[in-house]
C-alpha cells in the first residue's frame, strides 16, 4: 500500500489513531522472534482492528484483504498476486478508487 493510502487508513472519519505496533498489548516494545513466534504461531492471535475500518467501503475491502490474509492454514491465505489484482481493482474502481477515498474522509 502506498504512503498517501496508508495515511489515509489511519484517519477514519475524522479521527487519526496514534500508532501502535501490532500486539503493542500482548509483548513488549521491542519483542524478541520468540515472543512474537508464541503470540501470532502458538496463541494464534491476529491484530485487532477498529471498528471504524467498516465506515467505507473501500477499508472494509482492505480489512477483508488483510483477514485473509492472516489464516492460519498457508492454503488459505492468499496469494502475493491475488492480493495485487484485488488492490489494483480497487484502485482503477471509480466506487473505490483512493481519490474518492480522500473526498469522503
Known amino acids: 500500500m502506498c504512503p498517501e493510502s496508508f495515511f489515509l487508513?489511519?484517519?477514519v472519519l475524522g479521527i487519526v489513531e496514534e500508532y501502535r505496533p501490532p500486539f503493542f498489548d500482548l509483548v513488549p516494545l521491542d519483542p524478541s522472534f520468540e515472543e512474537m513466534k508464541k503470540v501470532v504461531c502458538v496463541d494464534q492471535q491476529r491484530p485487532s482492528l477498529h471498528n471504524r475500518l467498516h465506515s467505507h467501503?473501500?477499508?472494509t475491502?482492505?480489512?477483508k484483504i488483510m483477514k485473509e490474509c492472516w489464516y492460519q492454514s498457508p492454503p488459505a491465505r492468499l496469494t502475493a498476486l491475488r492480493i495485487r489484482k484485488t488492490l489494483s481493482k480497487l484502485d482503477h474502481d471509480s466506487?473505490?478508487?483512493i481519490e474518492k477515498l480522500k473526498r469522503d474522509i
Open 61 to 63: 475491502a482492505i480489512v
Open 57 to 59: 467501503p473501500i477499508l
Open 9 to 11: 487508513f489511519c484517519i
Open 95 to 97: 466506487d473505490f478508487s
